[in-house]
């Protein structure tokens, strides 16, 4: 069985930086079947895409939050994480992390995630 946690602050000053990291369980983040995202939902809103980093470490990012976002891995702790630089009260959202079929694209499972609030 798969699982995926969330972990980082749940509050942030604005124009710091969000640090999250996703741990891996029951799966291998080298596995290039998959690929690793990140997705948020703010308030009221709809799901929003983030980026995704695949086994070789190349990583692809939503081109509205391209200038700030970064993603990175870690495989000897089966873990991939997540920098948004210069947070703004619209990015409080709940953010999660997702395993992607690199065959479809298809998220098959999620965290269960992380509420981030950027306030001073």
């Known amino acids: 069985q798969v699982q995926l946690q969330e972990s980082g602050p749940g509050l942030v000053k604005p124009s710091q930086t969000l640090s999250l990291t996703c741990t891996v369980s029951?799966?291998?983040?080298?596995?290039?079947?998959?690929?690793w995202s990140w997705i948020r939902q703010p308030p009221g809103k709809g799901l929003e895409w983030m980026g995704v980093?695949?086994?070789?470490?190349?990583?692809y990012y939503s081109p509205s939050l391209k200038s700030r976002t970064s993603m990175s891995r870690d495989a000897s702790k089966n873990q991939f994480s997540l920098q948004l630089t210069s947070v703004t009260p619209e990015d409080t959202a709940v953010y999660y992390c997702?395993?992607?079929?690199?065959?479809?694209?298809?998220?098959?499972?999620w965290g269960q995630g992380t509420q981030v609030t950027v306030s001073s």
């Open positions: 029951g799966g291998s983040i080298a596995s290039t079947n998959h690929a």
């Open positions: 997702a395993r992607v079929l690199s065959s479809s694209w298809c998220v098959d499972y």
């Open positions: 980093i695949h086994a070789d470490g190349s990583s």
